[in-house]
């Protein structure tokens, strides 16, 4: 496939995503979490309001993201440096087909839990509006900080604010 054909494709993937997102709304700081349950590579369905008592970090992503790709070594950086100390990551994928999130996440050595997300609920439930999307839940339950999209250096964010909450 042409990289102009690619370019196209992702395009269209933005575009449907972001069209089957129109009209939710993204959770506001300080707000308990949207709850929800998906079903993670290896079969186990992970429900979130189990995960109370803990940091969690969700992460939005799809394999067609170059970014989301690029962000994935550091945030399996922060799951190391964190998961024993109460903090969980999870990343929710919204491809299509389990086994192309499966194969990425093998090849990039990830983890943490990868969630499906294959009809994108969940993704509509956050309304995120860009891939990746990133959101931080305090061990109360509520949206503490949002991330859109990627950027260099995003993770020393991530890990001041991860710190901020594994100390409250």
Aim: charged fraction near 20%; charge should be neutral.
């Amino acid at each position: 496939m042409s990289f102009l054909r690619s370019l196209q494709a992702a395009a269209l993937a933005i575009g449907i995503l972001h069209a089957g997102l129109a009209g939710a709304t993204a959770p506001a700081t300080n707000a308990i979490a949207p709850d929800f349950t998906l079903r993670a590579v290896d079969g186990r369905a992970l429900h979130l309001q189990q995960l109370r008592g803990q940091v969690v970090l969700v992460n939005f992503w799809a394999t067609w993201c170059g970014p989301c790709r690029e962000e994935m070594p550091r945030l399996q950086a922060l799951y190391d440096k964190y998961h024993a100390s109460g903090f969980v990551l999870l990343g929710v994928n919204v491809d299509e087909d389990p086994r192309t999130a499966l194969g990425i996440a093998q090849k990039l050595k990830v983890s943490f839990p990868v969630l499906l997300d294959t009809d994108k609920s969940v993704s509509r439930l956050y309304d995120m509006g860009s891939m990746p999307a990133t959101v931080l839940i305090d061990r109360d339950g509520r949206v503490r900080f949002l991330h859109r999209g990627f950027r260099d250096g995003v993770e020393a964010e991530y890990d001041a604010q991860i710190r901020g909450l594994l100390r409250e």
